[in-house]
């Protein structure tokens, strides 16, 4: 009864205020909070073949291999797989724009079920035993008004009935990565992370949750705690993976 008051009442507001298209910022946007077009360019993406490894696209006749790809780094990263929705191109990109910095809205809701579906086809691989966000610096947040990949691990957790981790925290406000390059990425997150309590990770595989990947540093940072911790496993679930768009480019032409 909730439920079908709940959907008459966005019904009758999306009458007088129809919600705007997360993808391409303009009306006409479904249920899912995407316009049809911006619907099928996801969907797009999101059928683009990736390293299990390091997440990026892989080529035409490239074959999936659990070894990792061409493109992987020569040492390879400490967490299992990446599973990801897709390259981090629009309208996924714009989505997750608006989902740092104005929340709110259907597509993010929308994106965490597509990538909760992502990573429940990895079965019988899938035997997680909790999902965890990598966190956010207290004074990011503050500054910020929210955890967004808080959020994700939350939806995720909730999608696949598993447990919401939370000892997994950011003990050092390090710069933002998006400028520095991959080895100072790497130098930039060394050591910015901890463990509140060890009681849980012991044996455990992690479905660590993010929302994008570039070069895993931070990602690798993270797992690289969880397993001195004592986790058994870490696979990293994010909704893009950021790389060169002629990764991708050229199959969504095709």
Known sequence: MLATLGYIARSAVNLIWPETCTGCNTNGATAAGFCQDCGRRLLALTVLEHCPRCGGTLGPGLTVSDDGCYGCPDVMPRFRQVVRLGPYADPLSN???????????????????????????????????????????????????????????????????????????????TPPQVHLSASRRAANVRGAFGVSRRRGLAGAHVLLVDDVVTTGATANEATRTLLAAGARRVTVAVLAKSEPPTAYSHRLQA
């Open 95 to 173: 989505a997750i724009r608006q989902m740092k910095y104005h929340r709110g809205g259907q597509a993010p809701r929308h994106l965490c079920r597509m990538l909760a579906r992502a990573v429940a086809s990895r079965r019988p691989e899938a035997d997680f035993d909790l999902v965890m966000p990598v966190p956010m610096h207290w004074l990011r947040r503050l500054a910020r008004g929210c955890n967004h990949s808080g959020g994700i691990a939350s939806a995720m957790a909730s999608e696949l009935d598993l447990p919401l981790g939370q000892e997994l925290i950011r003990v050092r406000n």
